[in-house]
């Protein structure tokens, strides 16, 4: 954290840092909850992995790619 800086100083800093920065992607956010073990993410993968599937970053066979979908799916009320 920086103090005293101007909001131009502060806006150049912020945009050093983030400019060129990629985007995390969802199935990137995903493996690593499931390794932190989120039960949430958990529990996604071991419903996708009963129905011999894995989750996948892209297409490939017996993959589901639709992290953010299955996410929604496991967060609407039943």
């Given at each position: 954290?920086?103090e005293?800086?101007?909001?131009?100083?502060?806006?150049?800093?912020?945009?050093?840092?983030?400019?060129?920065?990629?985007?995390?992607k969802?199935?990137?956010?995903?493996?690593?909850?499931?390794?932190?073990?989120?039960?949430?993410?958990?529990?996604?993968?071991a419903?996708?992995?009963s129905c011999?599937?894995?989750?996948?970053?892209?297409?490939?066979k017996?993959g589901?790619?639709a992290?953010?979908?299955?996410?929604?799916c496991?967060?609407?009320?039943?």
């Amino acid at each position: 954290m920086y103090e005293g800086l101007t909001k131009k100083q502060e806006a150049k800093l912020s945009l050093a840092a983030n400019r060129d920065r990629r985007a995390v992607k969802p199935y990137e956010n995903f493996a690593v909850a499931v390794t932190a073990q989120e039960v949430e993410a958990v529990t996604i993968n071991a419903d996708v992995e009963s129905c011999g599937l894995h989750v996948s970053s892209g297409t490939s066979k017996n993959g589901i790619s639709a992290i953010q979908a299955a996410w929604c799916c496991a967060r609407s009320p039943s």
